[in-house]
């Protein structure tokens, strides 16, 4: 993760870009240590005992709603990123169960939720001064007019092309994940077979039949 947000300077060769990157690991390191102790915290009050698999997805709840603001917000706003964001997964979580939706690694309520969150808080948090300005993917510095001065009132406009990014993503995703899987699901090969599960892919399916040997 540090990689890919630390990385995402495309570069370290002046001052500016050390600091952006500096900034970006500070707000990566507090969104995932508060992600997963939101969740873990919230799973000990719900479960009344520690789920260490729950603290795990916190953790990547909280570093998937900082990715996309990791390098226009304070440490301050990614704190508060991620505590909405560990939330966010816990409820997404629960009302997937509820729903009898599939998912049992919570794929969807970390990345499909906390995504979607993570990219409306990078336009609803910038750093931009007193909510007006904007600074987006300019990093340290706000979006400029022609004549070099910073535009006011464009926050709003940056936070609704965000929503419509959600949007665009969520219906490009679901039309081609349809093409693929809808035939699949007519087909009878989409869902594993009640012996094959019984079993365990492991044993059923791979080679060697486990996966890990405890010796």
């Given at each position: 993760?540090?990689?890919?947000?630390?990385?995402?300077?495309?570069?370290?060769?002046?001052?500016?870009?050390?600091?952006?990157a500096a900034q970006v690991?500070?707000?990566?390191?507090?969104?995932?240590?508060?992600?997963?102790?939101?969740?873990?915290?919230?799973?000990?009050?719900?479960?009344?005992?520690?789920?260490?698999?729950?603290?795990c997805n916190g953790v990547l709840a909280g570093l998937v709603s900082i990715t996309a603001g990791c390098g226009n917000?304070?440490?301050g706003s990614a704190f508060a990123i991620a505590?909405?964001?560990?939330?966010?997964?816990?409820?997404?979580?629960?009302?997937?169960?509820?729903?009898?939706?599939?998912?049992?690694?919570?794929?969807?309520?970390?990345?499909?939720?906390?995504?979607?969150?993570?990219?409306?808080?990078a336009a609803f948090f910038d750093w931009g001064m007193d909510f007006d300005h904007y600074h987006g993917?300019?990093?340290?510095?706000?979006?400029?007019?022609?004549?070099?001065?910073?535009?006011?009132?464009?926050?709003?406009?940056?936070?609704?092309?965000?929503?419509?990014?959600?949007?665009?993503?969520a219906l490009w995703v679901g039309v081609f994940t349809a093409l693929i899987f809808a035939p699949l699901r007519m087909g009878g090969l989409l869902r594993a077979s009640d012996e094959v599960q019984e079993a365990g892919f492991d044993t059923a399916k791979h080679s060697p039949a486990k996966a890990y040997t405890v010796s």
């Open positions: 993760w540090y990689g890919f947000n630390c990385g995402s300077t495309l570069g370290l060769s002046t001052l500016a870009q050390g600091m952006m690991a500070m707000n990566t390191t507090v969104a995932g240590a508060t992600g997963g102790l939101t969740v873990f915290m919230l799973r000990l009050c719900l479960l009344k005992k520690y789920d260490i698999g729950g603290f917000v304070s440490s505590i909405l964001g560990g939330c966010l997964y816990q409820g997404c979580s629960m009302l997937l169960r509820t729903l009898k939706v599939d998912d049992p690694i919570d794929a969807f309520a970390v990345h499909g939720a906390c995504g979607a969150w993570g990219t409306l808080a993917w300019s990093g340290f510095s706000c979006v400029i007019d022609d004549n070099g001065v910073c535009i006011d009132g464009i926050r709003w406009k940056g936070l609704m092309a965000n929503a419509l990014e959600v949007v665009t993503i």
